[in-house]
């Protein structure tokens, strides 16, 4: 995936001199001031953004926040959710108006105040929620508003076949003529990457574009940022992955509450001043300790199959145990869960309860077992985005509020409150809808949901995807914390160190099959990832 740690380490990182501050030092950690690379003269700056304010709802989200950015440059932006890290890249895209500020492109002040305008400019934005027309294929959506015309008409053909040399120069594997909605999202995140490069952008900004991705993708990713790069492309890449922005980014700028706290090179390796200036405070325990205090079997499933999607699944989990569940994208991983959930229907096998055969057929029948659903896709199927914070904190167990056939809301508003100081989520109120907060306070809230409804046995999908690293601690503390308690947790994740620093075991998926199952304390990234890629016995399948 790109370059590793160590060759990146001795890479010549330019001071960007001419319009850039020298860059600051996070107290507690020795972070070297960049030095001149006398044979390479340093970029010309792009663009430059100073005390950018922006205000929702009287709550001010940018306090007068800066944004450099020079010519070919991969520049990093990290920081907590709700730091104001998409609000500036939105108005640095031209879909959100500054109210205060100045913004320079190639030297000259620009209002910027349409996306229409960032386009000219060569601004291509790639969402985190991706902005794709579903019902067009993929080469009628990488060619939206500039398709190609003979005498008038759009000429479909020519855009297929522009499509398909676009995709075949990033080596993507995508069928031109398929219709988006037939994508996963990995897929799609390929799409919004294939039409950024598509428009011959200027500057390309990338909002959390590897939270779909497999590593065998991020590494696609990679490459083709570092191509966008050669040609002179420069590439906002906004993302909590620390280690992936070590392998790929040259500087890095941190928001922390709306206003600019830091901006210089990437570190490669020690990230912890980093993440202090993220969120104003040291992180211990990134991954809290647990002495694993193992129960009877809380969920076993034997020989679960579903078509070809997944075949002859056998594991079990015990009362206060953490199992992860590894594998890459397509691997089948959600599938299984979704089954178990009663979201899919399993054509064989059964699930057992405490010991119990137990027919779940919908997840009406899971929940009323005491199963819960953490889903990966927290805004399409784990919140009610219209509802309130409040509401949504309840919405599993509405019968616990009913008081003589009718809904006690002064009991509703008492308990997510608790849920809310429990977990430290970020609201303005408890009426907020919770399509307003951060995406770490709405998987808070999704978690909160089905704490209330008091399950013992949890399916957790991604539970971090797209979450930053403060919100992270504190959803590690919740789930060792319900282990603690007695819970059985079943956790998918793509991030191997989430798996490595929270698991009890881990189930390695390939193919729609389990093939490994390791113990965490024994095991590696490296071992997990060869049963991943490599399946049972370390060989490609013939």
Do not use: C
């Amino acid at each position: 995936m790109g370059q590793s740690f160590s060759d990146q380490a001795h890479l010549p990182i330019s001071p960007f001199s001419p319009f850039i501050a020298a860059p600051q030092k996070i107290a507690g950690e020795h972070m070297p001031e960049a030095q001149p690379n006398l044979s390479v003269p340093a970029p010309a700056p792009l663009v430059v953004m100073r005390q950018i304010e922006k205000s929702y709802g009287g709550v001010r989200i940018l306090k007068g926040a800066h944004l450099n950015v020079g010519v070919g440059e991969i520049h990093g932006l990290v920081g907590e959710n709700g730091a104001g890290k998409s609000t500036i890249v939105k108005i640095l895209a031209g879909e959100v108006v500054r109210e205060a500020g100045e913004i320079q492109w190639l030297e000259q002040f620009v209002p910027l105040e349409s996306r229409a305008e960032a386009e000219r400019l060569g601004i291509t934005m790639i969402h985190q929620e991706l902005n794709l027309a579903p019902h067009l294929t993929v080469a009628q959506n990488l060619f939206l508003g500039h398709e190609p015309r003979r005498g008038g008409w759009i000429d479909r053909s020519r855009e297929v076949s522009e499509a398909r040399r676009h995709l075949e120069r990033l080596e993507f594997d995508l069928d031109p003529q398929t219709p988006v909605r037939r994508l996963g999202p990995a897929q799609r995140q390929l799409v919004e990457i294939a039409r950024a490069v598509v428009r011959t952008a200027r500057l390309v900004i990338m909002d959390e574009p590897t939270s779909s991705l497999s590593a065998k993708e991020v590494g696609e990713l990679f490459r083709v940022v570092q191509q966008l790069k050669a040609e002179g492309t420069s590439v906002i890449f906004v993302s909590h992955r620390l280690e992936e922005l070590a392998e790929i980014v040259e500087r890095v700028s941190v928001l922390r509450d709306g206003e600019s706290v830091h901006e210089g090179p990437m570190p490669r390796q020690d990230f912890g001043g980093l993440i202090r200036a993220m969120v104003g405070r040291e992180l211990k325990d990134f991954y809290p300790a647990r002495v694993a205090r193992l129960g009877e079997i809380a969920l076993q499933v034997e020989h679960l199959g579903r078509g070809t999607e997944f075949q002859d699944i056998t594991f079990a989990v015990r009362h206060g145990e953490i199992v992860g569940m590894a594998g890459l994208i397509g691997a089948g991983r959600t599938e299984v869960v979704e089954a178990i959930f009663g979201a899919r229907t399993a054509d064989r096998g059964r699930t057992l309860i405490d010991g119990k055969e137990t027919h779940i057929r919908s997840p009406r029948d899971a929940i009323s077992a005491g199963l819960a659903l953490l889903t990966e896709d927290r805004k399409r199927t784990g919140l009610a985005l219209n509802l309130s914070v409040a509401q949504n904190v309840t919405l599993a167990n509405l019968t616990a509020l009913m008081r003589r056939g009718s809904l006690d809301l002064g009991e509703e508003e008492k308990v997510a409150q608790g849920y809310i100081d429990r977990l430290r989520i970020r609201a303005r109120s408890l009426n907020q809808k919770v399509s307003r907060l951060s995406g770490g306070n709405q998987q808070k809230v999704v978690l909160s949901k089905w704490l209330y409804r008091r399950a013992r046995i949890f399916l957790v999908d991604e539970p971090t995807r797209g979450v930053d690293v403060g919100a992270k601690t504190e959803i590690y503390r919740q789930l060792n914390g319900l282990a603690e308690s007695g819970a059985a947790i079943l956790m998918i994740s793509s991030d191997l160190p989430e798996i490595l620093g929270l698991t009890d075991r881990v189930l390695v998926m390939r193919g729609g099959r389990l093939v490994k199952e390791l113990v965490t304390a024994r095991t590696s990234q490296e071992e997990i990832m060869r049963y991943a890629t490599l399946g049972e016995y370390g060989q490609q399948p013939r």
